[in-house]
């Protein structure tokens, strides 16, 4: 299972938007709306930011939202802030009861 | 609070197997499944199996097949992963995560650094 691709960085200034890609296949993210995504600050757990394409967890802000579109999800921070500053991977469940994660993308907060 | 603890840092030879276990407390543990990802360092998040807590059943990326033993005692609330023939690309970090509903893992550990070295 090979990982889902996602840019390596974006970045853009505070009170901007940026949008993060994750693109797999029809085996994966175009085929299941189990489609997760997580941010991870440098030296600490991920921490789930978006479920089942675009559902927020209590207590994510709702700058955070996720959208799919055939086999390419995507992740758009809006109003974005320095404490954003960090790296995103996304998630899929896949065809083989498995799952796999993106390639993460370091989000840079200019 | 809902939240999943693991064990230490442990730091083992080529060859050597390596038992991290992830303890769950705030929530009933047989509930959900429970997950073991893991992270090289500098790299990104690989998803390495999940357990159910409540059958005991268990699934495996094709990866870790043969290698990998995930196990748990519902007594504790605690979870087992272990995995064996260790190489130098083991060097990781270890996390266990909840599983919640389809294909969302909602509560991390803090994660286990282990160390693979002669």
């Known amino acids: ?5 996602q840019p390596p960085s974006v970045s853009g200034s505070p009170g901007q938007s940026v949008t993060i890609s994750c693109t797999g296949t029809s085996s994966d993210v175009g085929s299941y709306n189990r489609v997760s995504w997580y941010q991870q600050p440098p030296g600490t757990a991920p921490k789930l930011m978006i479920y089942e394409v675009s ?3 209590s207590g994510v802000p709702d700058r ?15 109003g974005l802030q320095a404490e954003d500053e960090a790296d995103y991977y996304c998630s899929s ?9 993106g390639t993460g993308t370091k989000v840079t907060v200019l | 609070q809902v939240q999943l603890v693991q064990s230490g840092a442990e730091v083992k030879k080529p060859g050597a197997s390596v038992k991290v276990s992830c303890k769950a407390s705030g929530y009933t543990f047989t509930g959900y499944y429970l997950h073991w990802v893991r992270q090289a360092p500098g790299q990104g998040l690989e998803w390495v199996g999940r357990i159910d807590p409540n059958s005991g059943g268990t699934n495996y990326a094709q990866k870790f097949r043969g290698r990998v033993t995930m196990t748990r005692d519902t007594s504790i ?5 272990e995995l064996s023939r260790l190489t130098s690309d083991d060097t990781v970090v270890y996390y266990c995560a909840r599983g919640y509903g389809s294909g969302t893992f909602d509560i991390w550990g803090q994660g286990t650094m282990v160390t693979v070295s002669s």
């Open chain 1, 55 to 57: 559902n927020r967890p």
């Open chain 1, 64 to 78: 955070f939202s996720g959208s799919k579109s055939g086999n390419t999800a995507s992740l758009t921070i809006s």
């Open chain 1, 1 to 5: 299972q090979s990982a889902l691709t």
């Open chain 1, 93 to 101: 469940y896949t065809s083989s009861s498995t799952y796999v994660f």
């Open chain 2, 77 to 81: 609330s605690t979870a087992y992963m």
